[in-house]
């Protein structure tokens, strides 16, 4: 059994603060989540209220991993895609703190978001993770399946171009 819980957040205080904390320890570590090093926290708090606004709306599922009162870990699931994709959503913003990595939180965190797309009718999920140092490794172990990889696709938070690889992986009845 995990030393940890996953839920849906909301855009209750404590929780946005947390999660402005996980976005900038992340970025500091080299995490490749849209972001440049040193992230200031009035724009990590300006993606929470969008990610949370959305996820209040319907447009996005955002997880967290919780250890008592403390979120460990986070990844979103979209959902508001144009209206010739219901059938598929996108995972994204998948961050784990330093001191949680290895322990099974993101795999959770990942097989929640698969499951709540199942339960919303989806039969596809696509993701993208950094060439260098993404979590490549994580998503092919949970059987996402590489679909290529774009060269020099953006910045590592410390300055650099790093490549994408991007993912896709059938679920629910599109599974069997």
């Known amino acids: 059994m ?3 819980a996953i839920r849906p957040l909301g855009p209750d205080p404590a929780t946005h603060a947390m999660l402005c904390e ?6 500091a570590h080299g995490g490749s989540v849209g972001f440049m090093h040193p992230l200031a926290p ?7 209220d969008g990610a949370l606004g959305a996820a209040a709306r319907g447009g996005r599922i955002v997880l967290g991993a919780w250890v008592d009162d403390r979120i460990v870990g986070t990844v979103s699931l979209i959902l508001d895609l144009p ?5 598929r ?4 913003k998948m961050m784990t703190r330093v001191a949680w990595r290895g322990r099974g939180v993101a795999r959770a965190l990942l097989e929640t978001a698969e499951a709540l797309a199942i339960e919303r009718g989806r039969t596809l999920l696509v993701l993208d993770t950094a060439s260098e140092e993404g979590a490549a490794g994580l998503y092919e172990k949970c059987g996402y399946n590489c679909a ?4 020099d696709f953006a910045l590592k938070p410390r300055g650099g171009l790093t490549g994408t690889k991007l993912y896709w992986k059938r679920i629910g009845s599109a599974a069997r």
């Not at 996980?22 to 970025?27: A, G, H, P, S």
């Not at 290529?148 to 060269?151: A, F, N």
Request: net charge negative.
């Open 148 to 151: 290529g990889e774009i060269p």
């Open 22 to 27: 996980l976005l900038v320890e992340t970025v």
């Open 2 to 4: 995990p030393d940890f």
């Open 83 to 87: 209206p010739n994709q219901p059938h």
């Open 42 to 48: 009035i724009y990590a708090a300006a993606f929470w």
């Open 89 to 92: 959503a996108e995972i994204a």
